[in-house]
């Protein structure tokens, strides 16, 4: 079974930066990809960013297109999503899993507040 670790998160100003990490431990063998998602009070949670494990291709929602960036570090265990030009509607827990998610993998998130 596989454990993830959101953090990194905090409170930002518009047009700031952040940096999360996530590290993952236990098993993790055969995962095609690890994704970054967001939920924001009221609203369903949304993949954001996802990364594949073979050739570390990115994709990204059009909301973060240009502004956020996925990368992993094999040796590390951990994924990043380095977020420039935050915007407010940024505000959310973010969450760390495999792309498709796995359902009782999901970490306590990082919550990111984006306000001047």
């Known amino acids: 079974q596989v454990q993830l670790v959101e953090s990194g998160g905090g409170l930002v100003q518009p047009g700031g930066s952040l940096r999360l990490s996530c590290t993952a431990s236990g098993r993790i063998v055969g995962i095609a990809a690890m994704g970054w998602y967001r939920q924001a009070p009221g609203k369903q949670r949304e993949l954001v960013a996802s990364?594949?494990?073979?050739?570390?291709?990115?994709n990204y929602a059009d909301s973060v297109k240009g502004r956020f960036t996925i990368s992993r570090d094999y040796a590390k265990r951990t994924v990043y999503l380095q977020m420039n030009s935050v915007k407010p509607e940024d505000t959310a827990v973010y969450y760390c899993n495999t792309d498709p998610p796995i359902y009782n993998a999901w970490g306590q998130g990082t919550q990111v507040t984006v306000s001047s």
């Open positions: 990364i594949t494990n073979n050739n570390g291709r990115p």
